[in-house]
């Protein structure tokens, strides 16, 4: 019997707080505060099971792949601790999942919902083509905050744009920091004929790479506080967010490709839960000022 402990790892569920902050923006921004907890709930379901069914696919995927590179040598589907057949199963389910409750959600989120499926499933596949697959990947965590923003308002209304800013940052962040985790296997994706990034250009362009992207971010999330009056707090989220991503930087300088996994499962995991806490401390200040007016 397949244990849940061997499931979550497959799919690094711990990783979920890379985007789903972002989708909470989305829902705050669209409900102006705290949204419905109906509303809420579905959203942080379909979230969870969108990225499942993605991380599941990716694994199914790159099954081959990762069987040829040491440093994934371990993963589930490669040593057999998880069958084939029941990663196709999880991926069919949690798939959906996210579908039947984004049609739960709203009829136009359900319809919306199959080609935001394709996009979380087909990046994977991008890597055999493109050295833009980082951008795949950036895509399909970016359209989490547009897709809660309508969630909430059932449908396309003033400020729609918003969210879509919020996306762009998600969008150039993670393609940024994909950047720096794909150094890691440059000579592998050389010799399996792969297309990355790093495998193209190196490894000291791929860095200079991921540094204008994350000034791409934080120009696009200084947008979203420009378009939703956002004030001081959601600012000093904004440059801790930037403090985050410099230290990134700093950690990896020279080749110091060895503290790839710490810069991605430690440092990186905070922007998303620092740049949530200043929208939300902003808004709920906000609200509290215009309650006590």
Same mark, same amino acid.
């Given at each position: 019997?397949?244990?849940?402990?061997?499931?979550?790892?497959?799919?690094?569920?711990?990783?979920?707080?890379?985007?789903?902050?972002?989708?909470?923006?989305?829902?705050?921004?669209?409900?102006?505060?705290?949204?419905?907890?109906?509303?809420?709930?579905?959203?942080?379901?379909?979230?969870?099971?969108?990225?499942?069914?993605?991380?599941?696919?990716?694994?199914?995927?790159?099954?081959?792949?990762?069987?040829?590179?040491?440093?994934?040598?371990?993963?589930?589907?490669?040593?057999?601790?998880?069958?084939? *057949?029941?990663?196709?199963?999880?991926?069919?389910?949690?798939?959906?999942?996210?579908?039947?409750?984004?049609?739960?959600?709203?009829?136009?989120?359900?319809?919306?919902?199959?080609?935001?499926?394709?996009?979380?499933?087909?990046?994977?596949?991008?890597?055999?083509?493109?050295?833009?697959?980082?951008?795949?990947?950036?895509?399909?965590?970016?359209?989490?905050?547009?897709?809660?923003?309508?969630?909430?308002?059932?449908?396309?209304? $003033? $400020?729609?744009?918003?969210?879509?800013?919020?996306?762009?940052?998600?969008?150039?962040?993670?393609? $940024?920091?994909?950047?720096?985790?794909?150094?890691?296997?440059?000579?592998?994706?050389?010799?399996?004929?792969?297309?990355?990034?790093?495998?193209?250009?190196?490894?000291?362009?791929?860095?200079?790479?991921?540094?204008?992207?994350?000034?791409?971010?934080?120009?696009?999330?200084?947008?979203?506080?420009?378009?939703?009056?956002?004030?001081?707090?959601?600012?000093?989220?904004?440059?801790?967010?930037?403090?985050?991503?410099?230290?990134?930087?700093?950690?990896? *300088?020279?080749?110091?490709?060895? *503290?790839?996994?710490?810069?991605?499962?430690?440092?990186?995991?905070?922007? $998303?839960?620092?740049?949530?806490?200043?929208?939300?401390?902003?808004?709920?200040?906000?609200?509290?000022?215009?309650?006590?007016?």
């Amino acid at each position: 019997m397949t244990s849940l402990g061997t499931t979550l790892r497959m799919i690094k569920f711990e990783h979920t707080v890379f985007a789903l902050p972002f989708a909470l923006a989305g829902a705050w921004l669209a409900a102006g505060g705290l949204p419905p907890w109906m509303d809420l709930v579905l959203i942080v379901i379909a979230a969870v099971a969108a990225r499942s069914a993605a991380m599941a696919f990716n694994r199914i995927s790159d099954r081959n792949i990762d069987s040829s590179n040491p440093r994934t040598a371990d993963r589930e589907l490669v040593t057999g601790v998880l069958s084939m *057949r029941f990663a196709v199963l999880f991926t069919l389910v949690n798939s959906a999942v996210f579908v039947a409750v984004a049609f739960f959600i709203a009829p136009i989120c359900g319809w919306l919902s199959l080609p935001v499926l394709l996009v979380l499933l087909g990046y994977s596949k991008l890597k055999r083509f493109s050295w833009l697959c980082h951008m795949g990947l950036g895509l399909a965590l970016g359209l989490a905050p547009a897709g809660a923003w309508l969630a909430i308002n059932k449908d396309f209304v $003033g $400020g729609w744009d918003t969210p879509l800013w919020v996306g762009l940052g998600v969008l150039a962040w993670v393609t $940024g920091f994909d950047l720096l985790y794909a150094i890691q296997d440059i000579e592998h994706d050389r010799q399996e004929g792969l297309f990355s990034f790093p495998a193209r250009f190196g490894a000291s362009i791929s860095r200079y790479a991921s540094m204008l992207l994350y000034v791409v971010a934080l120009a696009a999330w200084f947008m979203v506080g420009q378009r939703a009056g956002l004030g001081i707090a959601f600012g000093l989220g904004l440059v801790l967010v930037a403090a985050l991503l410099s230290f990134e930087h700093w950690l990896l *300088r020279g080749e110091r490709t060895e *503290r790839v996994p710490l810069v991605f499962f430690k440092v990186n995991a905070w922007v $998303g839960v620092v740049f949530f806490a200043g929208l939300w401390i902003d808004m709920a200040l906000a609200e509290g000022a215009v309650n006590l007016g």
